[in-house]
């Protein structure tokens, strides 16, 4: 049973991972400088059709953990704001962004998050995108 749901919920990050990647290549106005060792929570930026969209981890009930949402309005704040891209069914424990917008290069986001199947075994993914946009 561990093996199926971590195999469940390693196809559901990685479907997430790669959906924000896509969006980031073709993206623009992203926080400029570093975020530093620590990462961030949220990561915000413009989509190629012009819409500002927004990523973070929904703390559903409390416990640090939950699923990936995504937030297409204008200001997103609270975890209502979001829409989950990530199966009810899988735990993300941990989701942070590493941004960095150096001056004539284009940004590169880092994606870091952490699934869980059980409280003792956890999966690590990342994945790293540069966009395909320079700043303006």
Do not use: H, W
């Amino acid at each position: 049973r561990t093996i199926v749901k971590l195999s469940e919920g390693m196809s559901n990050l990685s479907l997430a991972i790669e959906q924000i990647a896509r969006e980031a290549r073709t993206g623009f106005s992203f926080p400029s400088g570093d975020s530093g060792q620590n990462g961030d929570a949220q990561l915000s930026f413009i989509t190629a059709r012009g819409e500002s969209v927004s990523y973070k981890l929904i703390d559903s009930d409390g416990d640090g953990a939950g699923s990936i949402g995504r937030c297409t309005q204008s200001i997103c704040g609270a975890d209502s704001d979001f829409s989950s891209i990530t199966s009810e069914n899988v735990k993300i424990e941990r989701l942070k962004f590493f941004i960095s917008n150096p001056v004539d290069y284009p940004p590169r986001v880092t994606v870091v998050a952490t699934v869980s199947a059980n409280q003792d075994i956890d999966i690590n993914l990342q994945a790293t995108v540069s966009s395909r946009i320079l700043d303006p």
